[in-house]
Nanobody, 122 residues
């Protein structure tokens, strides 16, 4: 059972990146999938989440209107389109899964993947 994030890199402020999360080992199509991040010297925080069907999404206020989460259950993939990136978005981004509805509470996430580093230069 595995979640693997990819797509991070170095981008200039106001640029865009698309992160991907590949799931394997079991079906996640009935589970919430979310993106969480941890900036240098800061605690891990919720970014965005999407329900199993894709019908419900939730965003942190700091990324609302700039980021878009999506999933493709046929491909066992989840994505995060990040636009208008800011230096404050610099962090390691993780994908994680929960049996609950999308939530900002990190304790609800019981499986985490390895992260991918996003660096936004000013």
């Amino acid at each position: 059972v595995q979640l693997q994030a990819s797509g991070g890199g170095l981008v200039q402020a106001r640029g865009s990146l698309r992160l991907s999360c590949a799931t394997s080992g079991r079906t996640f199509r009935y589970s919430t999938l979310s993106w969480l991040r941890q900036a240098p010297g800061k605690e891990r925080e919720f970014v965005a989440g999407i329900s199993g069907s894709g019908g419900t999404t939730l965003y942190a206020d700091s990324v609302k209107g700039r980021f878009a989460i999506s999933r493709d259950n046929a491909k066992n993939m989840m994505y995060l389109q990040m636009n208008s990136l800011e230096p404050e978005d610099t962090a390691v981004y993780y994908c994680a899964t929960s049996t609950s509805v999308p939530t900002t509470h990190l304790t609800a996430y019981d499986l985490w993947g390895q992260g991918t580093l996003v660096t936004v230069s000013s």
